[in-house]
C-alpha cells in the first residue's frame, strides 16, 4: 500500500473537509432540490443502469427496475417528501424540575462522510445511503466495490451531473484505496459489507472515535410450521432466495420446517422451482450470475463438501465456472457443522432443515451469530410469539420474507455481528445527523438552586 500514491483520493478529502460548513448551511430546500435532480438523472438513465448491471451480472433488468431503481426512487421520494419535518428541531417535554426551561434535540449533520457499499445490489446501496447523508446535510466520499466496474460507471455519471465533488465524490478501488480512506478522519462511517470487513472498518474508525453505521450479514433463519398453505410459503421463500441468485444480505439462509409436512414441502420446492426457472435454469432470464470466480469457487465448495455425507438433494443440477451459473440447489439431512451451516451462503443453495421439535430448531439458530433478518411463517399466534421471545434478529417478516426492508417506517439494521446502527428512511436520516441535545434557561439560571454554602435548604430544593 505504501507504494501506491492516493494523492487523487486525499486531494478529494480535502476538498470536502473544507466544505464541509458550507454544506452544512444549505437548508432542506437546497437539500430537497439536489435530490428531486438526482431523481431525474436516475430516471433518464434507467436503460443505461439495467444494461449496466445486467454486463456485471446478468441480472434481469426487470428485477434491476424493482430491486435497484425503484427502490432507490422509493428512497429519494420518502426523502422529498418528509425532509422538511425531519430537520426541524423536536422539543421534548419538561419535568416540574425543569418548568422554567426548554429542551429541543437539534439535527445537524455530522460533516464529512464515508459511505463504503458492496458489489450485490451495486446501484440501489450506495443510492439510499448517499441519499440520506447528503439529507442530513454531510459531504460524502462514496467507495464503490471493485467488482462492478459497469454500473460504477454510470453512478460516477449520475452523481458527477447532480453534485460538485468537493461534495459528494464517488470513488472506486478494492482493498488498498480503501485502507487508505480509512485511515483519514471522517465525522462518521457507513459500511454495507461483511462482518469480516465490518470489524476492519470498526477498528480504523476507532483511532478517531469516528461513529460507524455497520449494515454487515449473516445467516438469515426461516421457521416453518406446519400449518401452512406450503405451495404459498414456498413460492415466496423461492422468490427471496433466487433474487439476485441468492446474493441478498437478508435472503432466507436456510430452512427450519416442522417435520410433519417434509413430503410435501419437498415436492412443494421442487415444483416451484421448476415453475420458476423452467427444466433447464441455465437457459432462465430470470437467474443473476454469481458475481465472480471467487465466490463460484466457495459456494461450489459448499457443494462438494456435502459429497461424502449423508446430505439429500431435493432439487439440484450442475454447475458451470465458464459461466458462473449454480443450479438453483435444495438440500437436506446435511451434517450441522457442515460449511454450509457455518457460514453466509449467499448464493442459491438452500438447506432445509426438519425439526421434530421446535427447541431442537431454536438451539441451532441461538447457537449461531445475531442474524441480520429472521422469518416466521405460521397461522399460529403462540408458534410466533415463542419464536420472537426465544430468539433475536436485525429485522422480522412474519409470513412473507424480505419486505420489513421497504417499510418506509421501519429501521433496517443488524445486532451486534450482523450490524450496528439503523438504516434507511428516518432512521438513515438520524444515523447521519447528530442529534445535539439542547436545554435553554428562559427566566433565570438553575444554577441558582445549586450555589453555596450546600444546606439543607439546597436539599429541598432540589427534592
Ligand atoms: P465485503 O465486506 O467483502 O466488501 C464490502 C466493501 O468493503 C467493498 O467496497 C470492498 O471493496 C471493501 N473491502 C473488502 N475487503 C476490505 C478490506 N480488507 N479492507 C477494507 N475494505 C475492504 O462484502 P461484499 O462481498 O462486497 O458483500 C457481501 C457481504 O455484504 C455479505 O456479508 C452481505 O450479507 C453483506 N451485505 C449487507 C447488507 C446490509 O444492508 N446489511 C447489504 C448488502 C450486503
Redesign the pocket.
Known sequence: MQDRNFDYLLKIYQAQVSNKIEIRKTTASTRINWLKKLKETILQNEQRIKEAIYKDFRKNPIETETTEILASILEINLFIKKLKKWVKPKSVRSSLLFATTSAKLIYEPKGNTLI??????PFQ?PIVHLVASVAAGNTVIL?????TPQINQILKEIIAEVFDENHVAVVE???DE??FL?SLKFDHIH????????K??MSAAANNLTDVTL????KSPVFIDKNINIAEVVRNIIWAKFVNMGQT??APDYLLVDKSIEKEFDLAIQAQIKSAFGKKPKYSEDLARIINEKQFERLSGYLAELDHTPAEWIVKGYHDKASLFIHPSVVKNFPLDSKLMQE?I?GPILPVYYYSNLDEALKIVNEKEKP?SLYIFSQDKKYINHILNHTTAGGTTINDAMIHIIHPNLP?G?VNN??IGQ?LGHYGFKSFSHERATLQANYFPMSKFFWYPYTNKTRKMLS
Open positions: 463504503i457499499t458492496p458489489w450485490n445490489y446501496l467507495k464503490l466495490s471493485e467488482f478501488g478494492a482493498v480503501t485502507t480509512l459500511f454495507t459489507g461483511s462482518p469480516a470487513v465490518g476492519i472498518v449494515e454487515l450479514g449473516g444480505c437478508i453466509e449467499f441480520l433496517f443488524g450482523s450490524g438504516s
